[in-house]
């Protein structure tokens, strides 16, 4: 039997006892409505009830990053990706997470910046 050759570029080493560990990635999403106590987004990647992740707020309206859970996501529908390809378009409720008092004031400073039903700019955020 011919032997493989090495593909890795370094040298890959057991870790002893499995330590966790956090992976983090960036999902783009928009900003359908924004609260006190949470948002809720529209996004093209699946996202699990009880995902803890941050909410990244455009500069525009505030800059915050904030702690939230993923409280609830579902298909809303599909939409078509630039190369032709059909995307399912979800739609997420999340919650706020041990907001400390300085992010809840910042929130707060947001909210009061927009009437109800009020845009909030374009609504790109990352997350």
């Keep these: 039997m011919t032997a493989l050759p090495e593909r890795r570029r370094g040298r890959r080493v057991v870790v002893p006892g499995r330590p966790g560990g956090r992976v983090r990635a960036t999902l783009d999403a928009r900003l359908l409505d924004l609260s006190n106590s949470g948002a809720r987004i529209e996004h093209q990647n699946q996202l699990r009830p009880g995902f803890a992740c941050t909410l990244e707020l455009p500069p525009a309206i505030g800059g915050l990053v904030l702690p939230v859970h993923v409280v609830r996501s579902v298909v809303v529908g599909t939409e ?12 997420s409720g999340l919650t706020f997470a041990n907001l400390t008092g300085e992010q809840r004031e910042a929130l707060e400073a947001v909210l009061k910046r927009f009437a109800p039903g009020e845009s909030l700019g374009d609504g790109r955020l990352v997350f």
Excluded at 82 to 91: F, H, I, N, Q, V
């Design 80 to 91: 078509e990706s630039p190369t032709g390809e059909r995307l399912l378009r979800y739609e």
